[in-house]
């Protein structure tokens, strides 16, 4: 009996983990994250000094939004890096990519880490848990007009 509850306190201990240890081996830390919502409250304010937004994923949706391209790219990259080096370290910066899950998306890595890279200090990672369809235009959340 003692070894039973001895191996579910250890699987509980092991459990509380994942989060943590995934944190450490992504470029960003959950500060980092910026939820759906609070980017379109900052895209429907009417003030000034508004976050640089990039996409760097097969489409800028989001409102306001510049498309760098697929960061999984090569050229994509030196497009991105290009669209950067005229930007202040200390500017915020947003960037998404929406094509699914942040565990799957082949994107988010190689952009996320070009800018810290880049010394940039006020880095913010849209937080798209599923896809952009879902976690922002199913929600009525502000879109480029073509």
């Given at each position: 009996m003692k070894i039973i509850t001895?191996?579910?306190?250890?699987?509980?201990?092991?459990?509380?983990?994942?989060s943590t240890a995934q944190n450490k081996t992504e470029p960003w830390n959950l500060d980092q994250?910026?939820?759906?919502?609070?980017?379109?409250?900052?895209?429907?304010?009417?003030?000034?000094?508004?976050?640089?937004i990039i996409s760097i994923g097969p489409s800028a949706l989001i409102k306001s939004s510049?498309?760098?391209?697929?960061?999984?790219?090569?050229?994509?990259?030196?497009?991105?890096?290009?669209?950067?080096?005229g930007?202040?370290?200390?500017?915020e910066i947003i960037i998404?990519?929406?094509?699914?899950?942040?565990d799957k998306c082949p994107n988010i890595r190689p952009a996320f880490t070009l800018l810290k890279e880049m010394n940039f200090t006020n880095i913010k990672l849209l937080n798209l848990p599923h896809n952009l369809k879902a976690d922002w235009i199913d929600k009525g959340f502000p879109i480029n007009e073509k």
């Open positions: 001895l191996l579910f306190a250890i699987l509980a201990i092991a459990l509380s983990f994942p994250l910026i939820a759906p919502e609070s980017l379109a409250k900052v895209l429907s304010a009417n003030e000034t000094g508004k976050p640089l510049i498309e760098a391209g697929p960061a999984q790219e090569k050229e994509n990259i030196k497009r991105l890096r290009k669209l950067l080096s930007q202040t370290k200390n500017r998404y990519c929406g094509c699914c899950p942040f």
